[in-house]
């Protein structure tokens, strides 16, 4: 005969909440919201932390994993971790990889930790202008009238996470603090091997070859300089950030940091049910990770991509949180560092890792109901 606390973590289980939901299980309250609207399998920060045995991840997906990287070509890392067994399968997981859009995320994490502190409010008021305009993705941009654009916070986060858009979160890094906040937040945190480089304008310019000057952000003013670049220069100043990227992350890294955001180790429980819901809202990389989510699963993402030169990008990459009808989760980064394959491969690869993942994840089903 089951015991009671068997039972009802048999029922939890069943009901899409991973058995570690049982830990502080008790209704928590935080600015007036009520954390069971959290996401199933959410595990508040406050409870001590347990200590768990470190599961070895399954040899099939590390044989999978292994081998789609293997297969691929050029400057690869692919990290997946179950967030409920605690595992990791990582390939050149160490790696530290161009970020680009993908930095976005810490970026947000820093504002919602001054949120979750009283420094910040989401819907504080923020004007946009001329001065503000970044380069590339921007669409904010078509909204200014006469030269200006009123906001808040917390437009400028949606349209970061869910659009990508580059002046929104050069305007957010500048309101949280700067790159020096975010590092702080980051390293106050122990992601590891993360960095936040100098903002989009900075960042983008020194890997074309060129100092930024902000009429570059006026229509192509940006290409038609970096056009006129003699070559080689163009090319330095490319592999040295591909090398080297002032923005690098490894797979790994950020695969253990989506696992702490989903675990509730990162933000308030209302923060972190706030900005999963943003991230699974996201608009971009349609053929990325999310084209091989079956349904009924979900995927909190954020992409990033970097300047394309001579068929090679400068970052490629996809990171999210996928998670199974049942409750049970897994955090995945894809990072393409450096490639001469096409478009539609680098997508395919990520589309196969989340293929392999959710395969893996059918193919425990039966043993988790048996165990249960």
Excluded: C
Aim: net charge positive; aromatic share 6%; proline share 6%.
């Amino acid at each position: 005969m089951l015991s009671r606390f068997s039972v009802i973590e048999r029922a939890l289980t069943l009901g899409g909440l991973a058995p570690l939901a049982l830990i502080g299980a008790a209704p928590q309250h935080q600015d007036g919201r009520i954390t069971e609207l959290l996401p199933p399998g959410y595990v508040h920060n406050s409870v001590a932390p347990q200590r768990q045995v470190v599961i070895p991840a399954p040899t099939p997906l590390v044989t999978d994993i292994d081998r789609l990287v293997a297969g691929f070509g050029g400057k690869v890392g692919v990290a997946v971790k179950s967030i409920d067994a605690g595992w990791m399968v990582s390939k050149n997981g160490d790696v530290p990889m161009p970020q680009q859009s993908v930095s976005k995320l810490w970026v947000t994490l820093t504002l919602l930790d001054q949120v979750d502190q009283g420094r910040v409010r989401l819907d504080d008021p923020i004007t946009i202008t001329r001065s503000d305009l970044t380069l590339f993705h921007q669409p904010i941009a078509s909204l200014l009238k006469n030269g200006v654009y009123n906001t808040t916070v917390r437009e400028l986060m949606r349209r970061a996470m869910t659009m990508s858009d580059n002046t929104a979160n050069d305007r957010l890094l500048r309101h949280v603090g700067g790159p020096s906040a975010v590092n702080a937040y980051i390293a106050r945190h122990s992601l590891g091997a993360i960095k936040f480089g100098p903002g989009e304008r900075l960042l983008q310019s020194r890997t074309a070859g060129l100092t930024w000057r902000q009429d570059y952000a006026m229509g192509r003013a940006f290409q038609a300089a970096r056009a006129k670049l003699p070559p080689n220069v163009r090319q330095a100043a490319f592999n040295s950030y591909v090398a080297n990227p002032i923005d690098g992350a490894a797979a790994a890294a950020i695969a253990n940091a989506l696992t702490k955001l989903r675990r509730g180790e990162l933000l308030s429980p209302a923060s972190t049910a706030y900005l999963i819901g943003v991230m699974e809202s996201s608009r971009t990389g349609h053929a990325r990770l999310r084209a091989s989510v079956p349904p009924g699963w979900r995927l909190a993402h954020k992409t990033g991509t970097g300047q394309d030169l001579m068929g090679r990008t400068a970052g490629f990459n996809d990171v999210g949180i996928l998670t199974a009808p049942d409750g049970r989760a897994y955090s995945i980064a894809v990072m393409i560092g450096d490639t001469s394959r096409p478009t539609q491969e680098r997508q395919k690869l990520m589309q196969n890792v989340v293929a392999r993942v959710v395969a893996y994840h059918d193919s425990e089903a039966p043993q988790r109901v048996m165990a249960q």
